[in-house]
């Protein structure tokens, strides 16, 4: 099970920090992704990261703004900077034991989502 954590708002500049905790499993043996969504609009892979093998990749709508990190044992992290508005969405976390990357079909557990909201 995934549960996310720390949404709320925030002003445009800002940052939050998102939280994910895990149980039932170790991450070292997951890869893990963030997706947020707008109402109206397809889920989108954001970030992910191979706690394993310590690969990452973000998405370009918010590459050099977010991190993805973990404690390699039950918790991963989006550290959230320069937040703009349309940054706006539920965001969701989610693991994979098989693959590596951004596509949700990859991902076999999902968390219930939490909201981010950035003022203008």
């Known amino acids: 099970q995934l549960q996310a954590s720390g949404g709320g708002l925030a002003q445009a500049g800002g940052s939050l920090t998102l939280s994910c905790e895990t149980s039932?499993?170790?991450?070292?043996?997951?890869?893990t992704g963030w997706f947020r969504q707008v109402p109206g609009k397809e889920r989108e892979g954001i970030a992910c990261?191979?706690?394993?093998?310590?690969?990452k990749e973000y998405a370009d709508s918010v590459k050099g703004r977010f991190t993805i990190s973990s404690d390699n044992i039950r918790t991963v992290f989006l550290q959230m900077n320069k937040l703009k508005p349309e940054d706006t969405a539920v965001y969701y976390c989610?693991?994979?034991?098989?693959?590596?990357?951004?596509?949700?079909?990859?991902?076999?557990?999902w968390g219930k989502g939490t909201l981010v909201t950035v003022s203008s």
């Open positions: 989610a693991a994979s034991l098989s693959s590596f990357g951004r596509e949700e079909y990859i991902y076999d557990y």
């Open positions: 039932g499993f170790i991450l070292d043996d997951y890869s």
């Open positions: 990261a191979s706690t394993r093998y310590g690969n």
